[in-house]
C-alpha cells in the first residue's frame, strides 16, 4: 500500500467538484495545471478566476519534502515556530552530505562518521514532529519520492529546486525555500503567484539514440535559463503519452533550469505502469476512477494557442541528441554540430570523465539503455577512453540494477558506482588534481554545469546529455565524436560503430530492495529531546530577526556590485560548504564570495568603505555589521539562478544586508529574501545599473511609506558630491511587507503560535 493513501484519496474525492466548479466560474476548458492548481485552493472550492501571472494566491500542497542539506535550516526554522507536530505528510531525505570519492561503501561510511551529529539532529527531528526520515545511502530525494509519494494530480512542495521532479507522475511539484516549507508544516497556506502557462506539443515518437532528456535540453535552447520564469510548463501530445514515466520525470526535473516554478504531464498509461511496479496498485486504480480529470482538457490540447500563454512544439521523431554547455545548461548543441562548435571555440576534445547518474536520470530505463551500451565494449573489443562513474538515485534502483547484472556490466569497463546521493551533481566530489585548476572537458547526465559546480574548478568544461549519449561518449573520449555516424577503432585496429542503445522501461521482475532506508517517526514524538550542543560547529539554534524599526535605511554602503551571471552558487557556494548548512553563522563566511566585482572583475573582493582597504566579501560585510552600517547588494538579470537554498537569503540578512537590487531574480530567491525580512528590488530602468559607483552611499528616502505597488526611491550618493536618484520597483504584496515589518514571516509564525 502506498504512503499516505488516504490523503490522496481524499484530494481525489475534492477533485471533481472543485474542478468541475473552476471550469464553470473561469467559462473555458481547463488546462491539467489549472485543474491541480484548483483543486488546492486554501479556502477550497473555488469561488472566483485567478488572473495569470498577476494574482497572489493561498494553495494547500499535499505534502512537503525537504533534503539534508535544507533540512537542517527549515527544521530548526520549524522549532521556532512552537508546532508540536506537522501539519501535513513530511519526510526528510539524507542525500546531499555523501561526497563522492572512492566508491559508494566506502564514502557513505566516511559521510556517517564525519556527518554523524547532523544525520542525528535530523533524525530526532523527524522523530520527534512526525517526519518520514530517509536514512543516509537511502536516495536522492527526487528519485525517493517518485517512487514512493508522487501522485497524479496532486501538489506538492519541497526545499529543493528539482522538486519539479514529481512533475513525471502528474503533480504540480515546487521547489520552494525552507521558509515556505515551514509554513505548510505549520498549517499554513502557501502563498504563490498564479503562473503562466507554456504548453509543449510532443508529436511523433523517440528511437534510437534520442532520449527524453534531449527533449529538455532541447526546450532549454529555446526557451533559456529564464525564459520559464513565472511559469508552469505542461506537456501534451502523442509523443508524451509515449515516453516512459521516468523519462517524464527527467524532462520535469531539467525544467527548473529554464526557470520554471514547475513542469507537469497528464496521467496516462506509463504513469499508471509506473504507480504498479512501485507498489502503488492502490494509487493507480484510484487514478483511472477520475482519469479525465488528471489531464487536460481535449480542447485545451486540440487548440493550445488558446489556452497557453506560449506553445512550443517539438517534434520526437526528427529530434536528435543533444549536449548542453559548458557553463550554463541552455547553451544547446545538437551531437551533429558538436564537433564544429567545439573547434571554433577551442573547447578540449578529450573527454576526462563521464559521469551518469543523479536524480536527473537514474532510472532503470536509463542504467539499463547505459549498460547496453557498456556491454559492447567487451562485445566489439573496446577500451573506454574516459573514466566513467554511475550514481544511482535510490537504493531501490541501486538493488535492482545490481540484481540485474548492470553494475556487474559496468564494473568490465572499469565504471565507480558512486554511492546513492548527489555527489558530483552538487559539488560532493573530491576530483583527484581538481585543485590544479587546470583546463579540461567533462561530460554528465545531471541538471546543471555552473562554472565549478562539479569538482570545484573553474576551468571544468561540463556538458550535459543523456545517460546514453554521456555513456557513448565516454567511450570515445573524444567530445566530437558522434554516435549517429561516427565509427571507433577497436583494440584489434578494426573500425566499428556503437548500435543503438536498448532497455527496458521498468525492470521484468519488478524492483527490489532488502532495506530502502526508511524510519517512520514515533506516534507520539513528545518525549523526544532534540539535543544542539551550543559548540557545535555544524549546527546552531536560531535567534529571530529583529524587525524593522518604521524607519528609511539611510547611511548604507555598497557592499558589492555583482557583474554577470550570479547563481545561488555564487551567493552560497554547496560542495564543502554544504557541512555548515545548519549553522548560520558559520555559512555565512561563504556569502558571494564566488559573485564577480564589477570594479575589478574580482571574486571575493570588494572595497571595505570604512577603511578603504579590498577584503573578501564576508569579511567586509561583517565589518559594517560590527559598525552598525547598513548595507545593499546589486545584482544583474535573473539573480538567484538555481537551487532553492535559502542560505542565500539567510547569510546577507543575518550579516546586516538590507536589500538587494537587481535588474531582475529568479523566483525563488526572491521569494526566499521577503521571507527572511529582506528588500528584495528591481531596477525600473534596468540602465541605472551602470550609474552605482563603488564608494556609493545610499539613502532610502520613501521606505517609511512603503506599499503594494508604490515603488520606492533610493538616492545614491558618489564620492565627487553628485547624487544620482533611482527608482526601485517591487513585488510585495501586503501579507509580504508584514514579513518584512515583523522581521521575518517566521516571526509572524511564531507570534501567532504564542498569541
Known amino acids: 500500500m502506498a504512503f499516505d493513501i488516504e490523503m490522496i484519496k481524499k484530494v481525489y474525492a475534492n477533485m471533481t467538484t472543485r474542478v468541475d466548479k473552476a471550469r464553470e466560474i473561469v467559462g473555458r476548458p481547463l488546462t491539467l495545471t489549472e485543474k491541480i492548481l484548483y483543486n488546492h485552493l486554501w479556502e477550497g472550492n473555488p469561488s472566483h478566476a485567478f488572473t495569470r501571472g498577476k494574482d497572489y494566491v493561498d494553495f494547500a500542497p499535499d505534502r512537503v519534502a525537504c533534503q539534508d542539506a535544507t533540512a537542517q535550516m527549515a527544521l530548526l526554522q520549524f522549532m521556532h515556530a512552537g508546532k508540536a507536530k506537522v501539519a501535513v505528510p513530511t519526510t526528510v531525505h539524507c542525500d546531499h552530505l555523501i561526497q563522492a570519492k572512492v566508491d559508494a561503501k566506502t564514502d557513505l561510511a566516511r559521510a556517517k562518521s564525519q556527518s554523524n551529529e547532523v544525520f542525528d539532529f535530523l533524525s530526532s527531528v523527524s522523530d520527534k514532529y512526525g517526519i518520514g526520515f530517509w536514512k543516509p545511502g537511502a536516495g536522492i530525494i527526487h528519485q525517493v519520492v517518485l517512487e514512493n509519494y508522487a501522485f497524479p494530480g496532486g501538489m506538492m512542495i519541497g526545499t529543493d529546486s528539482h522538486t519539479v521532479n514529481a ?20 498549517g499554513m497556506a502557501w502563498e ?33 535559463v529564464k525564459g520559464g520564469t513565472g511559469a508552469i510548463v505542461e506537456y501534451f501530445g502523442e509523443g508524451a503519452t509515449a515516453m516512459s514515466c521516468t523519462g517524464k520525470g527527467t524532462i520535469c526535473n531539467m525544467g527548473a533550469e529554464i526557470g520554471a516554478t514547475t513542469s507537469t504531464f ?4 506509463s504513469m499508471d505502469r509506473y504507480l504498479r511496479s512501485t ?3 492502490d494509487v493507480a486504480d484510484a487514478a483511472n476512477e477520475i482519469a479525465p480529470y488528471l489531464t487536460g482538457d481535449a480542447e485545451v490540447y486540440a487548440n493550445p494557442e488558446q489556452y497557453f500563454d506560449q506553445v512550443i512544439e517539438i517534434n520526437l521523431s526528427e529530434l536528435e541528441p543533444y549536449l548542453n554547455g559548458p557553463f550554463t545548461p ?8 558538436m564537433k564544429e562548435e567545439a573547434i571554433k571555440n577551442n573547447w578540449p576534445l578529450k573527454i576526462e570523465v563521464g559521469l551518469i547518474g543523479s536524480c536527473t536520470n537514474s532510472s532503470y530505463e536509463d542504467i539499463a539503455r547505459a549498460a547496453s551500451l557498456a556491454k559492447q565494449v567487451a562485445d566489439k573489443n573496446l577500451k573506454t577512453k574516459s573514466q566513467f562513474t554511475i550514481t544511482p538515485g535510490s537504493e531501490l534502483v541501486r538493488y535492482t540494477i545490481e540484481r540485474d547484472g548492470f553494475i556487474d556490466t559496468f564494473d568490465k569497463i572499469g565504471a565507480t558506482v558512486f554511492a546513492n546521493a548527489c555527489g558530483p551533481c552538487i559539488g560532493m566530489w573530491d576530483r583527484e588534481g581538481a585543485e590544479k585548476e587546470e583546463r579540461n572537458t567533462i561530460v554528465h547526465s545531471f541538471n546543471r554545469n555552473f562554472s565549478k559546480r562539479a569538482d570545484g574548478n573553474p576551468n571544468t568544461l561540463a556538458f550535459v546529455g543523456s545517460p546514453e549519449l554521456v555513456t557513448a561518449l565516454a567511450i570515445a573520449g573524444d567530445l566530437s565524436f558522434n554516435p549517429l555516424t561516427d565509427k571507433l577503432i577497436n583494440e584489434n585496429g578494426e573500425e566499428v ?14 524492483f527490489d530492495a532488502e532495506d530502502p532506508g526508511f524510519q517512520a517517526p514515533a506516534e507520539d514524538g513528545s518525549g523526544v529531546q532534540v539535543a544542539v550542543s551550543p559548540t557545535s560547529e555544524r549546527l546552531q539554534l536560531l535567534a529571530p530577526f529583529e524587525p524593522w524599526n518604521k524607519k528609511n535605511i539611510t547611511g548604507a554602503k555598497l557592499l558589492i556590485k555583482a557583474f554577470g551571471k550570479c547563481t545561488t552558487d555564487h551567493i552560497s557556494m554547496a560542495g564543502p560548504w554544504l557541512r555548515f548548512r545548519g549553522h548560520l553563522d558559520n555559512i555565512s563566511n561563504n556569502m558571494l564570495i564566488g559573485a564577480i566585482n564589477a570594479f575589478n572583475q574580482k571574486a571575493n573582493s ?14 567586509v560585510q561583517r565589518a559594517y555589521k560590527a559598525a552598525g552600517v547598513p548595507s545593499i547588494v546589486v545584482g544583474d538579470h535573473n539573480y538567484g539562478e538555481g537551487s532553492s537554498r535559502e542560505h542565500a537569503a539567510m547569510e546577507p540578512r543575518f550579516l546586516g544586508v538590507k536589500a538587494v537590487l537587481v535588474k531582475s531574480f529568479a523566483r525563488i530567491h526572491e521569494t526566499n529574501l521577503k521571507k527572511q525580512g529582506m528588500l528584495a528590488l528591481t531596477f525600473a530602468n534596468e540602465s541605472d545599473y551602470d550609474k552605482i559607483q563603488e564608494n556609493d552611499t545610499i539613502n532610502f ?16 550618493a558618489h564620492e565627487d558630491g553628485s547624487v544620482d536618484v533611482i527608482i526601485a520597483n517591487h513585488t510585495y504584496n501586503e501579507g509580504q511587507i508584514g514579513w518584512f515589518v515583523a522581521g521575518s514571516a517566521l516571526n509572524l509564525i511564531a507570534a501567532a503560535g504564542n498569541a
Open 279 to 281: 507498489g502503488r496498485a
Open 606 to 619: 570588494v572595497k571595505n568603505q570604512l577603511t578603504g582597504e579590498y577584503d573578501a566579501v564576508p569579511a
Open 497 to 510: 560503430m556503437l548500435d543503438e542503445p536498448t532497455g527496458d522501461e521498468l525492470p521484468p521482475r519488478g
Open 266 to 269: 497528464g496521467y496516462d498509461a
Open 192 to 224: 504563490l503567484k498564479f503562473p503562466k502557462l507554456i504548453g509543449v506539443k510532443l508529436t511523433g515518437k523517440l528511437s534510437g539514440w534520442t532520449a527524453p532528456k534531449d527533449v529538455i535540453l532541447k526546450v532549454a535552447g529555446i526557451l533559456t
Open 167 to 186: 512533475g513525471g507522475l502528474g503533480m504540480v511539484a515546487i521547489g520552494v525555500g525552507g521558509a515556505d516549507a515551514v509554513d505548510v508544516m505549520s
Open 330 to 337: 541552455d547553451l544547446a548543441t545538437p551531437i551533429s554540430k
Open 701 to 716: 528616502t520613501n521606505l517609511v511609506d512603503f506599499a503594494p505597488g508604490v515603488p520606492l526611491t533610493l538616492e545614491f
